[in-house]
């Protein structure tokens, strides 16, 4: 279990997945995940990835196993680009192939365009580039704000009011909305309200044009956190992309549809290496 300790930061938690060659120094993907979620939200693609590539998934400052030591107030932009930073150095490789999905989708091109020697390529999963009136207006559950909501409610309550109809389809199976639900409602509430409080506020939009990297973007036909606007935003602004359209209404592909996901990923991370996915 690899933790990162430093010193007046809190300590940061990743999990290591490696199936590859122990002969061969075969590349890292970062999987981050998004708001109130942990490493654990990517099991499912584990499999389809740790053959060919290191597979890192690391714990959110406060989130998961990672320390919640540390002062809210001072969550933004720059605490999370020097946690990914430290996280990459422990594993001990210059730059990685990135995929974040939602939050960690809009960290991911933030630091992508700050750090493009770090950034081999960049995938995207359900990731908006701000986080709309809309989405910030349907997540208030009868309260006057997100903030007041994740308050009131606890965490694991307005995760459960997230996921009807706008997360998971009405079919889903039940096993996973209850594991879902039980895994984000492990967060401390008042971190996620500092969390929004930043999320809120924040836009990926100034560093689109700043991206280097190939970017892959995997997005729901008709989901409802990333409009059209938000796509088009991302056509218009980053220099070297394609989007690819996974059947759903809803945000949560990423379990939704795990293997069609992480094959996207995994197929366009190996054609930037050159790496040969397919095995007899």
Not at 79 to 96: P, W
Request: with cysteine; charged share 20%; aromatic share 12%.
């Amino acid at each position: 279990m690899p933790y990162v300790e430093r010193a007046h930061e809190p300590t940061l938690y990743y999990d290591l997945d490696d199936y590859t060659d122990p002969w061969k120094n075969a590349p890292a993907i970062v999987l981050q995940h998004g708001f109130s979620r942990n490493s654990r939200f990517w099991y499912s693609w584990v499999p389809y990835l740790s053959r060919f590539y290191r597979v890192v998934r690391p714990d959110l400052r406060g989130l998961g196993n990672s320390s919640a030591r540390f002062d809210f107030a001072t969550l933004g932009i720059e605490a999370y680009l020097a946690d990914l930073n430290a996280v990459i150095d422990h594993v001990g490789v210059e730059s990685v192939h990135y995929c974040g999905e939602s939050l960690g989708g809009i960290l991911g091109m933030v630091f992508a365009a700050r750090y493009p020697g770090r950034v081999r390529t960049l995938s995207l999963v359900s990731a908006p580039v701000y986080i709309s009136d809309h989405d910030k207006e349907s997540t208030t559950y009868g309260y006057s704000s997100r903030s007041e909501a994740l308050r009131k409610m606890g965490s694991r309550a307005w995760a459960e009011a997230s996921n009807a109809g706008r997360r998971f389809p009405p079919d889903a199976d039940p096993g996973l909305l209850r594991w879902y639900v039980d895994e984000m409602g492990r967060a401390d509430a008042e971190l996620l309200v500092a969390m929004f409080r930043w999320i809120s506020e924040a836009s990926a939009v100034p560093y689109l044009p700043r991206i280097n990297a190939p970017v892959l973007g995997l997005y729901a036909s008709s989901g409802p956190i990333t409009d059209d606007e938000q796509l088009r935003l991302l056509r218009k602004n980053v220099p070297n992309i394609r989007i690819v359209s996974i059947a759903s209404r809803y945000h949560a592909i990423q379990n939704i549809a795990p293997a069609a996901c992480a094959l996207e990923v995994l197929h366009f991370a190996a054609q930037h290496d050159g790496i040969a996915c397919h095995e007899r």
